[in-house]
T-cell receptor
Framework: DQQVKQNSPSLSVQEGRISILNCDYT??????FLWYKKYPAEGPTFLIS?????DKNEDGRFTVFLNKSAKHLSLHIVPSQPGDSAVYFC????????????FGKGTKLSVKP | DVKVTQSSRYLVKRTGEKVFLECVQD?????MFWYRQDPGLGLRLIYF???????EKGDIPEGYSVSREKKERFSLILESASTNQTSMYLC????????????FGDGTRLSIL
């Protein structure tokens, strides 16, 4: 059973607009959430994270929102740029898991000029 | 910056061969991980290690083994390669605490003919 779900396999956005990528989780023990970006033929790159004591974390154009009651997190990219076109993975873990991450299946973002 | 280096970017082997994939990290991380990535399936954990000579099975360990003789090096072994092991293999490392991102290498695209 998938504990971390990214229900949209793909998303297409116009350059300059907002990209919103969504992620749902089922395990209420999760207390640390991450987003990774992956280009073809490269390894995933860590983008941004949030712990369960916060509901928002911002880093430049990237903001992650966490809604614990809904077991939902989202990544906002504003403004979107063509270089943001990549596969985005949501991941989660809990403090007692020795750093193991549970990954979603990814959402492919295409930002069109 | 954390550097995770995988020995080969592309590898072609034959069915039945014993295959070694090597991974080295330079940040003194306790945890190391091996994943495979397949289209539509996301990242699936094969094995991980949280200390030298320690190993734990992930979600899909069948057909694989691992070796960690030194803290900086984590090897993935395909005992007898099969065509269904054709995939992108990704190595990652992290500090021991659960609240740390994993850092990935660039991956090895392995083809089994």
């Amino acid at each position: 059973d998938q504990q971390v779900k990214q229900n949209s396999p793909s998303l297409s956005v116009q350059e300059g607009r907002i990209s919103i990528l969504n992620c749902d989780y089922t395990n209420s023990m999760f207390d640390y959430f991450l987003w990774y970006k992956k280009y073809p033929a490269e390894g995933p790159t860590f983008l941004i994270s949030i712990s369960s004591i916060k509901d928002k974390n911002e880093d430049g154009r990237f903001t992650v929102f966490l809604n614990k009651s809904a077991k939902h997190l989202s990544l906002h990219i504003v403004p979107s740029q063509p270089g943001d076109s990549a596969v985005y993975f949501c991941a989660a873990n809990y403090g007692g898991s020795q750093g193991n991450l549970i990954f979603g299946k990814g959402t492919k973002l295409s930002v069109k000029p | 910056d954390v550097k995770v280096t995988q020995s080969s970017r592309y590898l072609v082997k034959r069915t039945g061969e014993k295959v070694f994939l090597e991974c080295v990290q330079d940040m003194d991380h306790e945890n190391m991980f091996w994943y495979r990535q397949d289209p539509g399936l996301g990242l699936r954990l094969i094995y991980f290690s949280y200390d030298v000579k320690m190993k734990e099975k992930g979600d899909i360990p069948e057909g694989y083994s691992v070796s960690r003789e030194k803290k900086e090096r984590f090897s993935l072994i395909l005992e007898s390669a099969s065509t269904n092991q054709t995939s992108m293999y990704l190595c990652a490392s992290s500090l021991y605490s659960g609240f740390q991102p994993q850092h990935f290498g660039d991956g090895t695209r392995l083809s089994i003919l």
